[in-house]
């Protein structure tokens, strides 16, 4: 059946190849962040565990809501893993014996990767394709995005603050 929303074929077939670059993206956040939820340990573990599997729930929600917009402009949604890992354009770093600050950096890394990339898709699908709907669903999530690495940021800098805490302070005279 005809998919008649007010985009021509060709608009639609380039926002849902975007749409799907974004899905392949989204399941290596969440691949990534459910991994960090099963290996991180150290003294933040209980606090970290409970963070990284409500961060892995809220994604999957993410994902699906991405996929439900490429089949609402009348495009697929890839599924398939083996598809999904070729089609990413994010990794990280695996979570076996990786420091806990580590897994924080590598999550904030790819939210960031994705508000940059995110951004750009919205502007295109507005400019280029034509598709408010899509640009508007784009922003939402980008927005979301925004909000998790901004937590993640400031639980950084805490640390980083708390272990520099530690370290002696140089202080420098000067004399006149």
């Not at 508000?115 to 408010?132: G, T």
């Not at 927005?143 to 639980?155: P, S």
């Amino acid at each position: 059946m005809n998919t008649n929303i007010g985009l021509n074929d060709e608009a639609r077939l380039e926002v849902g190849s975007m749409l799907n670059l974004l899905l392949a993206d989204e399941y290596v956040l969440y691949v990534t962040t459910r991994d960090y939820h099963w290996n991180v340990t150290g003294p933040e573990f209980p606090s970290l565990h409970k963070q990284f599997e409500g961060q892995y729930e809220q994604i999957a929600q993410w994902i699906d809501d991405v996929a439900e917009r490429a089949r609402a402009i009348g495009a697929g949604a890839r599924g398939n893993l083996a598809d999904l890992v070729k089609a990413a354009r994010l990794s990280a770093d695996p979570g076996i014996d990786l420091p806990a600050e580590h897994m924080l950096s590598e999550l904030l890394a790819l939210h960031e990767e994705l508000i940059v990339q995110l951004r750009a898709d919205s502007e295109a699908c507005l400019e280029r394709f034509k598709d408010a709907g899509t640009a508007d669903f784009l922003t939402g999530l980008m927005e979301k995005h925004e909000k998790a690495a901004w937590m993640l940021r400031a639980q950084l800098e805490t640390e980083e603050q708390e272990s520099s805490q530690y370290q002696p302070l140089k202080i420098q005279h000067t004399t006149s």
